[in-house]
């Protein structure tokens, strides 16, 4: 069955951390995103990448970073954590080409204080 | 970016009941998507949609990819209490963006 795995389910950062958000895909994947899910806001994209050592800002990238050192793992970093970051995060991948739909993982609900 | 109007934001319904919801753009897609998200999980893929007017089904299920390709619906029948969930359209455009609406978010009272 194809995965994707995001390394923490729940987390609790105080304001002004640095905190690493982990997504590791076993399909072989050249896809992957970053969303984050607000109530009433849906899901708004924040980085994807389509190539190892490759990524493009989406929606909402500001405070937000990336690293794709390897192809089936995308991490999400937050330079300094601030209590409007406090969301879902949900990691997805796609094979290339147009047209596939997404896997997402099961999500981290990230609160900050 | 485009922006999809999803609707309703939420439905409240008894067990047994059809439900309907559906999905606007002023933008073009190429692809369709419907997904599901149970509590504390994430999305999952239902139905994907490729071609305008296009008609599928899975299980009690049913979506359609709308004729002019900025809009498309989906229905579920004879609701179960496991159809709980937020449901989520999103569409593909020809540069491989997906965008997703807001849900609607379905809550089935046994």
């Known amino acids: 069955d194809v995965k994707v795995t995001q390394s923490s389910r729940y987390l609790v950062k105080r304001t002004g951390e640095k905190v690493f958000l982990e997504c590791v895909q076993d399909m072989d994947h050249e896809n992957m995103f970053w969303y984050r899910q607000d109530p009433g806001l849906g899901l708004r994209l924040i980085y994807f990448s389509y190539d190892v050592k490759m990524k493009e800002k989406g929606d909402i990238p500001e405070g937000y970073s990336v690293s794709r050192e390897k192809k089936e793992r995308f991490s999400l970093i937050l330079e300094s954590a601030s209590t409007n970051q406090t969301s879902m995060y949900l990691c997805?991948?796609?094979?290339?080409?147009?047209?596939?739909?997404?896997?997402f993982g099961s999500g981290t609900r990230l609160t900050v204080v | 970016g485009q922006q999809l109007n999803q609707s309703p934001q939420s439905m409240f319904i008894q067990e047994g009941e059809d439900v309907s919801m559906n999905c606007t753009s002023s933008?073009?897609?190429?692809?369709w998507l419907w997904y599901k998200q149970d509590p504390g999980e994430g999305p999952v893929l239902l139905i994907a949609?490729?071609?305008?007017?296009e008609l599928t089904s899975n299980g009690r299920l049913t979506a359609q990819f709308g004729i002019t390709r900025k809009d498309s619906f989906l229905n579920i029948s004879a609701s179960i209490p496991s159809d709980v969930g937020i449901y989520f359209c999103a569409g593909l455009n020809n540069n491989n963006d997906m965008r997703f609406g807001a849900g609607t978010r379905l809550t089935v009272k046994p």
């Open positions: 949609l490729y071609k305008a007017g």
């Open positions: 997805a991948s796609s094979e290339g080409g147009v047209g596939y739909g997404y896997t």
């Open positions: 933008s073009i897609f190429n692809t």
